[in-house]
Nanobody, 119 residues
Framework: QVQLVESGGGLVQAGGSLRLSCAASGRTFSRYVMGWFRQAPGKEREFVASIRWSGGSTSYADSVKGRFTISGDSARNTVSLQLNGLKPEDTAVYYC????????????WGRGTQVTVSS
């Protein structure tokens, strides 16, 4: 059974930083893509960033490029998201997700961690 557990959310002022972590367990993730998504109140869930375990290639939403950095520690099965230059519009529940390389959809999801940015 795959489990993804997020941590590191909290309340921060605009311009501040947070680091989110996602601990993955239950299988070997070497063939997986790990992603971060977020959902703000009243809005649909949106893609934030992703990383491929094998090779480490990354992808970012335009809204977070240059401010957020995704990284992975394959030895610890942990994926992190460094959030810098936070803005009030970054306020959302952030979710960790995983999918197989050949899967078109993310099959595994964490429960989310709240990030709140005050102005």
């Amino acid at each position: 059974q795959v489990q993804l557990v997020e941590s590191g959310g909290g309340l921060v002022q605009a311009g501040g930083s947070l680091r989110l972590s996602c601990a993955a367990s239950g299988r070997t993730f070497s063939r997986y893509v790990m992603g971060w998504f977020r959902q703000a109140p009243g809005k649909e869930r949106e893609f934030v960033a992703s990383i491929r375990w094998s090779g480490g290639s990354t992808s970012y939403a335009d809204s977070v490029k240059g401010r957020f950095t995704i990284s992975g520690d394959s030895a610890r099965n942990t994926v992190s998201l460094q959030l810098n230059g936070l803005k009030p519009e970054d306020t959302a529940v952030y979710y960790c997700a995983g999918r197989d390389l050949i899967s078109p959809t993310y099959d595994y999801w964490g429960r989310g961690t709240q990030v709140t940015v005050s102005s």
